[in-house]
């Protein structure tokens, strides 16, 4: 069974008043950064509220019939709703069926509960009859949207909800968690900066030893400048990694250069470990094209992040020329 994670302790409090006092919302939007473990939790809650005999500390049993259930997999009265592959749409096929199964009577007469995951991942036609289904919903019916860009969804959609913010943790917490699943030669608190303190992300850097791959990110930028590399061939280096993570580690070292172009102070540096060449490269460049860049790389994350047909391989390749750009101008001025 599920539970909720040590640094959720505020948003499942919050989520267990409403609960007992019958004030839960019949649709929920868990809104967050990725890595934040929104999706854990709305199984966490669908698991307590299809619970037969709940624990004295607002847990499921783990050992009533539904529980058994839940655990093979086969409840009938909880559905996933979530692309056919990683980067599609939730298609209004996929709604239509949502809305099909809200319909039915519960088997067990509890809560018909569906876990939407990630709700901007459904195109309009799609977020269109889901906002029907929000507009008159059947009675003991919850439906948990999971998103981790909640502007993305349609403001109507947003409104019919009851939000929990998952992006304020208790951080304290979320560093004893890691300092447990780590090995103790990390920079945790450095880690948690560099994933917008979303605890299960900076785990997925150290599995996937994406903070090696951190480090040559960081040196192809420091050279894109200097003219001695082709940005395209840069890009295609890039490739080798997840994009979206690429943009994002991107955008907080433009983010760095321009704090210290600014201030001419470190300690408003994230990436801490790479200050000496953050301070040498920010002197070369003004802040006017360093915000440029930013705008160009903020865009990139919004491409990466909708539902439109994008190749990333064209939004990289423009940013390492950007990059690269950037050393010309100054070698012309």
């Known amino acids: 069974?599920?539970?909720?994670?040590?640094?959720?302790?505020?948003?499942?409090?919050?989520?267990?008043?409403?609960?007992?006092?019958?004030?839960?919302?019949?649709?929920?939007?868990?809104?967050?950064?990725?890595?934040?473990g929104k999706a854990q939790f709305a199984q966490a809650l669908a698991e307590l509220v299809l619970c037969e005999s709940p624990t004295a500390d607002f847990q499921s049993c783990g050992q009533c019939k539904s529980c058994l259930l839940l655990q093979a997999g086969t409840h009938p009265d909880l559905t996933c709703v979530e692309p056919a592959e990683k980067g599609k749409q939730i298609t209004i096929g996929q709604i239509r069926e949502l809305i099909e199964f809200c319909s039915l009577t519960a088997t067990y007469g509890r809560y018909q509960v569906a876990i939407i995951n990630p709700a901007e991942a459904m195109n309009r036609n799609a977020a269109n009859s889901l906002l029907k289904l929000l507009e008159e919903p059947p009675d003991n019916t919850l439906l948990i949207l999971v998103s981790h860009q909640p502007m993305s969804l349609l403001a109507t959609i947003r409104s019919r909800c009851q939000r929990l913010d998952f992006n304020h943790i208790d951080k304290a917490q979320a560093m004893s968690w890691l300092q447990q699943e780590l090995c103790t030669e990390y920079d945790i608190s450095l880690l948690l900066n560099l994933t917008h303190h979303a605890p299960l992300a900076?785990?997925?850097?150290?599995?996937?030893?994406?903070?090696?791959?951190?480090?040559a990110l960081f040196e192809s930028l420091v050279q894109l400048p200097t003219g001695k590399y082709d940005p395209v061939s840069i890009a295609e280096e890039w490739l080798q990694q997840e994009p979206h993570q690429i943009v994002v580690w991107m955008s907080l070292w433009t983010m760095d250069l321009i704090r210290y172009s600014m201030t001419q102070q470190t300690q408003y540096i994230v990436n801490r470990d790479n200050v000496n060449a953050i301070q040498h490269i920010a002197q070369q460049f003004p802040p006017q094209q360093l915000f440029k860049l930013l705008d160009l790389?903020?865009?990139?994350?919004?491409?990466?992040?909708?539902?439109?047909?994008?190749?990333?391989?064209?939004?990289?390749?423009?940013?390492?020329?950007a990059w690269a750009e950037l050393g010309m101008q100054r070698r012309k001025s």
């Not at 900076?202 to 480090?215: C, S, W």
């Not at 790389?297 to 020329?321: D, F, H, V």
């Open 1 to 36: 069974m599920h539970t909720s994670y040590p640094w959720q302790t505020a948003q499942w409090q919050q989520i267990i008043r409403s609960w007992q006092q019958q004030r839960l919302a019949h649709a929920q939007l868990f809104a967050g950064h990725t890595g934040m």
């Open 297 to 321: 790389q903020t865009e990139a994350y919004r491409l990466l992040n909708s539902t439109a047909n994008i190749k990333p391989q064209g939004l990289l390749e423009s940013l390492a020329i």
């Open 202 to 215: 900076v785990k997925t850097l150290i599995d996937n030893a994406d903070i090696q791959k951190r480090g």
